[in-house]
């Protein structure tokens, strides 16, 4: 489970995860911030920091409120890498260094899509928001 959260888009922003081991229960979770950034970049973090997190190549049900990432990596990374990292109108591809990791990740661990809609007491999803919002905080208030 992954979000990302930003106040002024740029401005201060956090992320966070939440990794679930189905079969023995245990969870990790881990949330961080920058002090000047996007929405989307901090939903791109949260995914790049939880797929890190992981020890060895694993089957990832991935959980996001954020259409951006999961069509991102379902649809328009393959595109985008054959156009030379451009988009269809020839532009390069906002947040191209993240996407860049995503897809190193992507090719690590198999990946299953699962879109969340945000603020809609899905358990995780609402964890991970208040992890993500009290990482930004504490950023701007100058903390991190």
């Known amino acids: 489970y992954t979000d990302g959260a930003c106040s002024g888009n740029p401005g201060p922003g956090g992320?966070?995860?939440?990794?679930?081991?189905?079969?023995?229960?245990?969870?990790?979770?881990?949330?961080?911030?920058?002090a000047q950034t996007t929405n989307n970049r901090m939903e791109l973090r949260a995914v790049i920091e939880g797929l890190t997190a992981l020890k060895r190549p694993s089957l990832v049900e991935l959980y996001s409120d954020s259409q951006y990432v999961l069509n991102g990596l379902k649809e328009w990374v393959d595109s985008w890498k054959k156009r030379g990292w451009r988009t269809a109108d020839k532009k390069p591809v906002k947040n191209e260094d993240l996407w860049r990791a995503l897809d190193d990740l992507k090719?690590?661990?198999?990946?299953?899509?699962?879109?969340?809609?945000?603020?809609?007491?899905?358990?995780?999803?609402?964890?991970?928001?208040k992890l993500a919002v009290a990482a930004r905080e504490e950023i701007a208030a100058g903390g991190r």
């Open 107 to 129: 090719r690590t661990h198999e990946l299953r899509f699962h879109w969340v809609r945000g603020h809609s007491e899905y358990p995780e999803n609402e964890r991970c928001d």
């Open 15 to 34: 992320w966070a995860f939440i990794l679930r081991q189905p079969a023995t229960g245990k969870e990790m979770e881990r949330s961080g911030a920058e």
